[in-house]
């Protein structure tokens, strides 16, 4: 897609402001109608008081005045305040005694679940600074009589669990690990075997040598371009040693366990060895190399957990160091460094995923190390209490579907081990059982795009069908494995053939993290046939239409009006909106995601020009990376046959306009009412924009509006 193709755009001078109507069409197709319904979580307004961040990178208060929580009980979480803190929160029960709790962080996750009923909850600061004057406002929630439960392990409980473990911990204990090498070997997985077992006797087993310019040293005397190609052959040296480690400790598990000998072992060993012998402070550091830092780290755990017997003294013990050293970086950066800490600054995509990473490998090496008590009562909190910073209680997720699946991806490896070793199920989570109906709506079963975010354009569907799959083999939600199904049954009509292991962790993922294969799917009764045709995603303020979900030749339309603004992944787009239909894409994200802060990624596609969205005076728009630059979803409405939402993203421009208000009316199946309300109290003007694939006309005449899709 390039930056000026097919980009259309209509302008008018105002001097106190604009309205303005535009009728979109396009061709339909023959459909059953289908009664809609809003089914989505009632939207949840707060209230202003020392719990709200004055940075916009600062915790939100949860539950918001008015929530309705998607698991019993919710965790509580609020602004932290000074270190060393200790809160106390108060939860008001509608029909009972008051919950009472200490808290040593601004995360509290309950041990056991509220009843049924309209609570509140408010929170001080205790000791030195418990005063009357100290409370929060009152925080109204209500716990409903269907609201999952979800079982929340205590620190030192669940830590207890991992300690006492025998090896591999990350193995269950059977039926369930018969079970699953079974799959591997004997059932519907053995064909991802057979690739995995090739991969490991066809590949390459030479290891670079470890000195010159591989070492800190003497990456210090390189140029800067030199020192990026380096980077990116280490990374693919690495990536490749730990493939091999992965698939070979994969195979000696299998058929180690079927007793047919030590194949794998050899590999495994030697390329775990390998990954020992990497200086931790070097090239594959935290500070140069902060996601592969973490994944040599898991990729040791999981060795010194899996061949804990077949390794020696030495090697356990230096593998060990290694760990030590590798975790304790990103720990310090992350968890420690209160300029960043998660707890205090969620908003960190790889702090994030970091985390959980150094969760997973503190419940591996729990009573090798006393480090790993500290790293696991660090974050454990985070991850039982505040599983997902980049949506809510609706399954969103704020940086688009191509970074959601991504982040799946790598989390599953980290979620699998915790459960596999505490019993702290993360696929019980509000977030995780909702995520399934996110990706329903916006990538149902012929789906050409990714939505809106980085990589926006992608149209991956093996992909998105095995992060499914893998999401339903956990949560066993019948929504979930039905959308599988769909994606599969599409896929097979297409002749498309089964995805590559190309993650170098996926092999160990899918084919030992997940447990007993899916349950049979009945078509019968989980169906997508009853939902809505609209789904609205408060949390972060997404919304989807849909001609009819169940039909992948639908025409759907997609809006953002968002409270995640444009960080992150994300792109200056308040108040645009995505057309598709029969398969294709129609009114487009231009722009394309090469890398992250490239060229073509910060002059194009992050900002407002690139979106169908408001620009005025030349292309000015909302600024990018910006937390505050929020949209907001005021009101939406849905009734047979048509669709109607109102988003108001005056605060994305920063103060150069008044007001940015835009309503889109959706008459089923092939018409769009787009109408915008501009003011600005200086003279503008104001440009409408929007981009499509193939060139369009305007509707002129009486002849009726010209199709898009033709």
């Not at 799959?469 to 097979?492: K, N, S």
């Not at 962790?505 to 899918?510: G, I, K, L, P, V």
């Not at 199946?669 to 309300?677: E, F, I, K, Q, S």
Request: with cysteine; glycine share 8%.
């Amino acid at each position: 897609m390039l930056p000026d193709r097919n980009a259309h755009r209509i302008t008018r001078s105002a001097w106190s402001g604009m309205a303005a109507l535009l009728l979109l069409a396009f061709a339909s197709v023959s459909h059953s109608q289908q009664r809609t319904t809003d089914d989505s979580p009632r939207s949840a307004s707060d209230i202003t008081d020392w719990l709200t961040p004055v940075d916009d990178r600062e915790m939100r208060p949860y539950p918001p005045d008015g929530a309705r929580p998607s698991e019993n009980p919710p965790s509580f979480r609020w602004r932290k305040m000074e270190s060393g803190d200790v809160y106390e929160v108060f939860i008001k029960l509608e029909d009972g005694p008051l919950v009472r709790r200490l808290s040593s962080t601004n995360i509290l996750a309950l041990d056991r679940p509220l009843p049924p009923g309209t609570h509140s909850w408010r929170v001080r600061r205790w000791g030195a600074y418990a005063d009357a004057d100290n409370w929060s406002n009152e925080r109204r929630f209500e716990i409903e009589s269907r609201t999952p439960v979800r079982q929340v392990m205590s620190p030192a409980g669940a830590f207890r669990i991992a300690a006492g473990r025998g090896r591999p911990r990350l193995l269950p204990p059977d039926p369930q690990r018969s079970l699953m090498i079974a799959d591997a070997y004997i059932g519907w997985k053995r064909p991802y075997f057979d690739a995995v077992l090739d991969q490991l006797q066809t590949g390459n087993t030479e290891f670079p040598e470890m000195d010159g310019p591989l070492s800190r040293s003497g990456a210090a005397q390189l140029s800067q371009e030199q020192l990026v190609q380096l980077r990116r052959n280490i990374r693919a040296s690495v990536n490749r040693v730990m493939r091999q480690t992965y698939q070979g400790l994969l195979v000696w598990v299998v058929t180690r366990n079927l007793r047919e000998g030590d194949q794998g072992l050899a590999e495994a060993r030697a390329a775990a060895n390998w990954l020992t012998s990497l200086d931790p402070l070097g090239i594959t550091s935290d500070e140069v190399a902060d996601l592969l830092n973490l994944r040599i780290a898991i990729a040791l755990a999981t060795t010194y957990d899996v061949m804990y017997d077949a390794l020696d003294v030495i090697e356990r013990t230096s593998m060990l160091a290694a760990i030590e050293n590798r975790v304790q970086q990103t720990f310090d950066k992350f968890v420690v460094d209160e300029s960043r800490a998660l707890a205090a600054y969620p908003y960190n995509s790889h702090g994030f995923r970091h985390a959980l990473g150094i969760l997973a490998i503190s419940t591996i090496m729990a009573g090798e190390t006393p480090r790993a008590q500290s790293w696991f009562n660090a974050t454990y909190p985070v991850f039982s209490g505040f599983g997902n910073p980049w949506g809510g209680d609706d399954g969103g997720y704020s940086n688009g579907i191509n970074y959601a699946t991504w982040d799946m991806l790598n989390n599953l490896q980290y979620w699998d081990t915790i459960r596999n070793v505490t019993g702290a199920d993360y696929f019980s989570s509000g977030w995780t059982r909702q995520a399934g109906n996110f990706l329903q709506y916006i990538i149902p079963p012929g789906s050409p795009t990714s939505g809106f975010g980085d990589g926006a354009e992608d149209f991956k569907p093996l992909l998105w069908t095995e992060t499914i799959r893998m999401l339903f083999e956990r949560t066993r939600l019948p929504q979930t494995g039905h959308l599988y199904a769909a994606w599969r049954d599409l896929l097979v009509r297409n002749d498309a053939e089964l995805p590559e292991l190309e993650a170098e962790f996926a092999s160990w993922t899918f084919l030992l993290g997940a447990g007993a294969p899916p349950a049979a799917i009945d078509r019968s009764t989980a169906t997508i046939e009853g939902l809505p045709d609209l789904a609205i995603f408060p949390s972060i303020g997404w919304v989807a239409m849909h001609s009819d979900l169940a039909d992948p030749d639908r025409f759907s339309i997609y809006f953002k009006s968002s409270p995640y603004g444009s960080f992150n992944h994300s792109h200056a787009d308040q108040n645009s909106f995505i057309i598709n239909g029969r398969q294709q894409p129609l009114a487009i994200d231009s722009g394309y995601y090469d890398t992250f802060r490239s060229r073509h990624h910060l002059a194009w596609t992050t900002q407002t020009v690139a979106h169908n969205a408001i620009t005025y005076d030349g292309g000015k728009g909302q600024p990018w990376d910006d937390l505050s630059a929020q949209g907001n979803l005021e009101r939406f409405v849905s009734c047979p046959g048509y669709d109607a939402v109102t988003g108001n993203a005056t605060q994305a421009y920063r103060g150069e306009l008044q007001e940015a208000r835009r309503t889109l009316l959706y008459l089923r199946p092939g018409t769009l009412l787009v109408h915008d309300r501009l003011r600005s109290t200086v003279p503008r003007r104001f440009e409408w924009n929007i981009h499509a694939d193939h060139k369009m006309k305007p509707w002129e005449g009486r002849g009726g509006p010209t199709n898009l899709d033709s």
